[in-house]
Structures are given as structure tokens and as C-alpha cells.
């Protein structure tokens, strides 16, 4: 069953391009992770530091091979350099 997962970073102020380089590299390696579906990033109109990225895969099963992917805690470890605190993740499936 196809899942939706909900990450939600806060950055420091100033760090706008960096992330968006590097969320632009890490959905490029997600296309080619087994299970992923698409993604999206959204900035929140009422605080312009803080960012959400929703994605769809395939199973919780998929998203957590790509969760534990050496590539992708490479980029995660980009992201927190740049962060004001930790990110949230959730994870939602479908009805």
C-alpha cells in the first residue's frame, strides 16, 4: 500500500540556497530508489525558513530502504549543517 511521508526541516536564515541545491540532489537520487513515487517541497508563507517535503513511495517497507540509503544520509548530514533544529518526519498511508 502507497505511503506519504512528511519531512518538515526549520534552517537558519540564510541557508535558502543551500538547501534547495541540496533537496534538489537528494529527489535526484530518490527518482532512482525502488518503491518512490514523486515528491514535492513547500515553503510555509508564515515562517520562510521552515520547508516541507512530502514524498509517495510505494510501501513503508520502500521508504525505509531508501530511509537507511548510504547516499541519502550522506545529503541528511548536508541538511543538518544547515538547520535551526531537528527535522520531523511522519509517515501517512492511505484509507
Given at each position: 500500500?502507497?505511503?506519504?511521508?512528511?519531512?518538515?526541516?526549520?534552517?537558519?536564515?540564510?541557508?535558502?540556497?543551500?538547501?534547495?541545491?541540496?533537496?534538489?540532489?537528494?529527489?535526484?537520487?530518490?527518482?532512482?530508489?525502488?518503491?518512490?513515487?514523486?515528491?514535492?517541497?513547500?515553503?510555509?508563507?508564515?515562517?520562510?525558513?521552515?520547508?516541507?517535503?512530502?514524498?509517495?513511495?510505494?510501501?513503508?517497507?520502500?521508504?525505509k530502504n531508501w530511509q537507511n540509503n548510504a547516499k541519502r544520509k550522506k545529503f541528511q548530514e548536508e541538511l543538518r549543517e544547515?538547520?535551526?533544529?531537528?527535522?520531523?518526519?511522519?509517515?501517512?498511508?492511505?484509507?
Amino acid at each position: 500500500m502507497a505511503i506519504r511521508v512528511l519531512v518538515e526541516r526549520e534552517i537558519e536564515p540564510g541557508n535558502e540556497l543551500k538547501l534547495h541545491q541540496t533537496l534538489t540532489k537528494l529527489r535526484a537520487e530518490a527518482t532512482l530508489a525502488k518503491g518512490y513515487i514523486s515528491g514535492e517541497t513547500l515553503r510555509a508563507l508564515d515562517n520562510p525558513n521552515k520547508f516541507l517535503v512530502i514524498s509517495t513511495w510505494n510501501s513503508i517497507e520502500d521508504w525505509k530502504n531508501w530511509q537507511n540509503n548510504a547516499k541519502r544520509k550522506k545529503f541528511q548530514e548536508e541538511l543538518r549543517e544547515l538547520m535551526r533544529c531537528a527535522e520531523k518526519t511522519i509517515v501517512y498511508t492511505y484509507l
